[in-house]
């Protein structure tokens, strides 16, 4: 279903979140550059309809986000998304640079969206509950190199819940907390008092907050509401037990990748894409099976906290 929702901006939602917005039913945004950037088809596949279909058993509506030839589609039919997982050449689209999300809208492009995108899509289309991996943070080195993931400032401005399961790994993580407890943004690690590192269920530091419920999570997103607090909310999810590599093992494989990526003069934004790709190859592609899992964990406390909002 198509909405002109101003003379400019023309918003594309699929038949099921039309519905689900008509209706009043709970909705989690899903990102498209996991399924763009993240893995090769068919598993890229594969796994978005395995995670749409998580939300689902929970009682929420899937809705992933994507720019196609220029317009925000929220929420994805069958064929979209399998076109989607075979397009080469799609933008990732963030809040701002070279992959600008009004650029790419404007210029009738198509990419896939970041943790950033999406939460600026979400907020756009009404949608309170983000379910991605992990989110971008301060990169190791940034003293020198001041790279530093626009999702940090996203976080800060734009009053969505974004579920993951901590910033990525290879990023500098105390930096990154730090970073988030000055721009104001409320970080609760789900049943655990430890913050996760993506892969490994602790990262050696301790949670600002903790929270054991999506009732209480809901709820507290409801008095933030309350008393006018703007910005998002981070939960952190640790990847379930059976599925984690330990940080000290997973820490080896980084220093490993980083050294690497150092000898062959890897720099700028090529640096994470080639990690990733490095880490693969040097856990026999237990990263990659690690975060599919952690994936669809976070999908299904996403829905179950949208579920907990959506009551009254």
Request: net charge negative; proline share 4%; with cysteine.
């Amino acid at each position: 279903m198509t909405n002109p929702s101003s003379s400019s901006l023309t918003i594309d939602y699929s038949d099921e979140v039309a519905a689900a917005k008509q209706r009043g039913a709970p909705i989690v945004a899903l990102e498209s550059t996991i399924i763009t950037h993240g893995m090769p088809y068919p598993g890229n596949l594969d796994m978005a309809r395995s995670v749409e279909t998580i939300i689902r058993e929970q009682g929420a509506v899937p809705a992933t986000i994507a720019v196609i030839h220029g317009v925000l589609h929220i929420g994805l039919d069958g064929a979209e998304l399998e076109a989607l997982s075979t397009t080469q050449g799609a933008m990732k689209l963030s809040r701002a640079d070279l992959a600008d999300l009004a650029f790419a809208i404007a210029e009738r492009r198509t990419g896939a969206t970041t943790v950033a995108a999406t939460m600026i899509a979400a907020a756009r289309a009404g949608i309170r509950v983000f379910a991605t991996g992990g989110i971008g943070g301060v990169h190791r080195g940034a003293e020198q190199s001041f790279d530093i993931s626009a999702d940090l400032d996203e976080l800060a401005r734009t009053g969505v819940i974004v579920v993951c399961a901590g910033a990525k790994a290879i990023l500098d993580i105390p930096k990154t907390l730090e970073v988030l407890e000055s721009r104001g943004v409320p970080v609760v690690t789900y049943d655990s008092e430890n913050f996760p590192a993506f892969w490994s269920r602790e990262s050696g530091l301790k949670s600002p907050l903790m929270l054991n419920s999506p009732a209480a999570i809901a709820s507290f997103q409801r008095t933030r509401e309350l008393l006018g607090i703007e910005g998002g909310m981070l939960v952190a999810n640790p990847v379930p037990e059976e599925s984690e590599i330990p940080r000290e093992e997973m820490e080896i494989y980084i220093t490993r990748a980083i050294d690497n990526a150092a000898s062959e003069g890897i720099t700028g934004k090529a640096v994470t894409p080639y990690l990733l790709d490095n880490l693969f190859r040097l856990t026999d592609g237990r990263s990659l099976e690690t975060n599919i899992a952690l994936v669809e964990n976070n999908a299904r406390l996403a829905a179950e906290i949208a579920v907990a909002l959506a009551m009254k």
